[in-house]
C-alpha cells in the first residue's frame, strides 16, 4: 500500500464489510445507510469518495477454505486487498450469542498483521433487541482496539425496534448521522494522506538489512 | 536443472484403506523412495527434520547417510534442517562428516520450524525464530571456513579456541539453502550470503512465491553476488500422476480429501487452481511445471512432494516410475532450452571446487 501527496483529489475509499446473511438483511440495510450517509458528509467537506461493500456471505466458502490453507483466493483475496488499501472502513456484524457472527470474525482472522493500522473505522451492529447494544462497547471495540484501527466515538447499534421508530433528529438516524459526520471527519481530517490499494502481485517492500539483523 | 523430491517423514493413515504404517515402515518406506529417485534418474533427495508426532524424521544425517551407502548419484539434501533448535555446532559436525562419507554428494536446506511447543524442547523459544536463525548460521558459517573459533552470543555457550571436526571436505562447506515461505528476513539472509533461496511453494498461490522470489533476487543482486537472474532459487511442487488424467483424479481425491494440512477445506479442483498441485497426466504436468520459470525466473532446483497424504509405498514408487520417466526428462530439456548461459546451475560439491581451484590459480598468477 501507498500513500499519495494531499493535493491529490482521487476520491476516498470507503469499504463497508458487512456480515449479514438474511436476504434481505437488517445489518446490510444499516451498513448502506452509513455509507451513503458518509459519502454524503465527506461531500460536504470537499471530498469525493467511493464506496465499496465486501459481503461476507458471499465468500463463506472462501473463508473456511483459508483458515485450512492459509490464504485468501479468488474474490475473498480481493476484499482483503480493498480493506487494506481503504481510506475509511464501515464493519457491520449481526449479533450472534453475545458477541459479533463467527463469520464476521473468520474474516477479521484472516487479515494481514497491520492491515487496519491507523485506518478510521466505524462500527456497527444489528440485532433483535437493544439489550444486546454493548457489544459494539465490549467486543467490537477492543477488537480493533487490537487491530490499531482509528475507531470513531460514535458506533451505531439498531435493534429491530429502531426500524420503526421515527425521527430524523433523534434516535437511528440521528445515531447515523453523527457517526457518518466524525468518521468523515477523520478522513477528511487534515494532513491524512490518501491510500491507494495495494497489489496482490505487487513488489515486496526491501526487508531490514541484513548487518541490522546480524547485529541483533 | 536439478529435480527431485522431498519429504516431511509423516506418519499418516490411508484414508482409503485405513492402514497406518508403522514408525519402522515409514523409515524403511524414506529409504525404499530414495533408492527408486536414484535408480529413475532424479537428481536430489531431501529428508525432513521434525520433533513430534506425527513425524519420525528426528535424525536427518544418519537417514541420509544410509541412503547415501546404497545409492549412487542422488544428492542428498534436507527439507528442513532446522537452524533454530538444533545446536550449529551439531549441524557443523554432522554435515561435514556427511559430506566426507558422501564424498561431497550433499547440501542442506536450513528452515525454522513453526510449531511453538518445539522450541522449548530444545531450551528456545519460537518468538526468537529469525534471531536464532540468523546468530546461529553465522557461527555455522565460521565453523565450517574457520579453523578455530572464538565466539560469543546470544543464544548458546561461548566457544574458546574450537575447532570443529572434521574439516569441510576439501576445504569447501557444504552449500546451502535457506528455506522459507513468509518471511522477507530469510530472503535477505540468502541473498546476503550467496546462498540459495527455497520457497517451498505447494500450499501457496504462485502470486505469492513470485513475489517472496522477486525479492530474494533483488536483494542476490543488491549484495553483489550477480545480476538477479543469476541468484539461485528452488521451488517446492506437488503431482499425482496416471496415464489418463481422470483416473489420477480418481485416485488422488480422497487422499487429497483426508490430507493432514489442507483436507476437508478446499475442493481438489480449486486448490489444483490457487498452488501448484497437479494431478493428472503426464503432460499435464509437465506443461504445468515448465511454465514455473515464467512467474519465478530461470531456477536451479525443483523438488517434488510424492510420499504424503497416507499415499502407499507401491504407489509413491510407481509416482517416481513416472516422473523420471516421462516427465522429468521433458523438463529438463525444456529448461535447458530456455536458460541463458550466464544463469548457473546449482551448485554441487564438485562445481565450488573447481571454482575454488579456478580462483586459487588465478590469484597464484597475480602473485607471480
Known amino acids: 500500500m501507498s500513500t499519495s501527496t494531499s493535493t491529490d483529489r482521487t476520491p476516498r475509499r470507503v469499504v463497508v464489510v458487512q456480515a449479514g446473511v438474511g436476504q434481505p438483511s437488517s445489518t446490510r440495510l444499516l451498513a448502506e445507510r452509513l455509507a451513503t450517509s458518509t459519502t454524503d458528509a465527506l461531500l460536504e467537506r470537499g471530498e469525493e469518495s467511493v464506496v465499496e461493500f465486501v459481503d461476507l456471505r458471499l465468500h463463506v466458502h472462501e473463508l473456511a477454505n483459508a483458515m485450512l490453507t492459509g490464504f485468501a483466493s479468488g474474490a475473498l483475496a480481493e476484499a482483503v486487498e480493498a480493506v487494506r488499501g481503504a481510506d475509511a472502513v464501515i464493519v457491520a456484524t449481526p449479533v450472534y450469542q453475545a458477541s459479533y457472527s463467527g463469520l464476521f470474525k473468520s474474516f477479521v482472522d484472516i487479515l494481514e498483521e497491520g492491515s487496519l493500522k491507523g485506518t478510521p473505522v466505524l462500527l456497527a451492529a444489528t440485532a433483535g433487541t437493544a439489550r444486546h447494544s454493548l457489544v459494539l462497547e465490549h467486543a467490537m471495540r477492543p477488537l480493533f482496539a487490537h487491530l490499531k484501527a482509528v475507531t470513531v466515538p460514535t458506533a451505531v447499534f439498531a435493534a429491530s425496534e429502531d426500524w420503526g421508530a421515527g425521527g430524523l433528529d433523534h434516535g437511528l438516524a440521528a445515531r447515523v448521522g453523527a457517526a457518518a459526520g466524525e468518521l468523515a471527519d477523520v478522513v477528511a481530517g487534515a494532513g491524512r494522506p490518501r491510500r491507494t490499494p495495494g497489489r496482490l502481485d505487487g513488489e515486496l517492500a526491501d526487508p531490514v538489512p541484513f548487518e541490522q539483523l546480524l547485529a541483533g | ?368
Request: charged share 20%; no cysteine; aromatic share 8%.
Open chain 2, 1 to 368: 536443472m536439478q529435480f527431485g523430491i522431498f519429504t516431511v517423514g509423516d506418519v499418516t493413515t490411508d484414508p482409503t484403506t485405513g492402514t497406518t504404517p508403522s514408525e519402522h515402515e515409514r523409515i524403511k518406506a524414506t529409504v525404499e523412495i530414495a533408492k527408486k529417485a536414484d535408480e529413475v534418474g532424479l537428481d536430489v533427495v531431501a529428508v525432513g527434520q521434525h520433533h513430534n508426532p506425527p513425524f519420525v524424521a528426528s535424525a536427518p544425517t544418519t537417514t541420509m547417510a544410509y541412503i547415501a551407502a546404497q545409492t549412487e548419484h542422488i544428492l542428498l539434501s534436507t527439507s528442513t534442517t532446522l537452524i533454530t533448535t538444533t545446536d550449529p555446532v551439531r549441524i557443523a559436525e554432522d554435515y561435514s562428516t556427511l559430506q566426507h562419507l558422501t564424498d561431497g554428494r550433499m547440501d542442506l536446506m536450513l528452515g525454522r520450524g513453526n510449531t511453538g511447543p518445539v522450541y522449548p524442547w530444545f531450551g528456545k523459544d519460537i518468538r526468537d525464530g529469525i534471531a536464532l536463525a540468523v546468530e546461529n548460521y553465522a557461527l555455522l558459517r565460521r565453523l565450517w571456513t574457520e579453523d578455530v573459533v572464538t565466539w560469543e552470543g546470544k543464544f548458546r555457550t561461548p566457544l574458546q579456541s574450537f575447532t570443529a571436526t572434521p574439516r569441510p571436505l576439501d576445504g569447501i562447506a557444504p552449500f546451502v539453502w535457506h528455506g522459507s515461505i513468509r518471511s522477507p528476513e530469510i530472503a535477505e539472509q540468502a541473498a546476503y550470503y550467496g546462498d540459495g533461496f527455497f520457497h517451498n511453494n505447494i500450499f501457496w498461490p504462485m502470486s505469492h512465491t513470485k513475489q517472496m522470489v522477486a525479492l530474494y533476487r533483488r536483494r542476490f543482486e543488491h549484495y553483489g553476488h550477480g545480476s538477479a537472474d543469476q541468484a539461485v532459487v528452488g521451488l517446492g511442487g506437488q503431482v499425482f500422476m496416471r496415464a489418463n488424467s481422470q483416473d489420477a483424479v480418481r485416485e488422488f481425491r480422497p487422499y487429497f480429501d483426508n490430507a493432514p494440512v489442507y483436507g476437508h477445506g478446499p475442493s481438489l479442483e480449486d486448490f489444483s487452481r490457487e498452488t501448484p498441485l497437479t494431478v493428472g497426466s503426464p503432460q499435464q504436468v509437465i506443461e504445468r511445471y515448465a511454465a514455473m520459470a515464467d512467474h519465478v525466473g530461470d531456477y536451479q532446483r525443483q523438488l517434488f512432494l510424492v510420499d504424503h497424504a497416507g499415499l502407499p509405498l507401491k504407489t509413491v514408487l510407481e509416482q517416481l516410475d513416472i516422473l523420471g520417466g516421462e516427465v522429468v526428462p521433458e523438463l529438463r530439456k525444456i529448461a535447458a532450452a530456455r536458460k541463458p548461459a550466464h544463469v548457473p546451475d546449482a551448485p554441487t560439491h564438485a562445481s565450488r571446487l573447481a571454482a575454488a581451484r579456478t580462483q586459487q590459480t588465478q590469484a597464484e598468477e597475480v602473485a607471480r
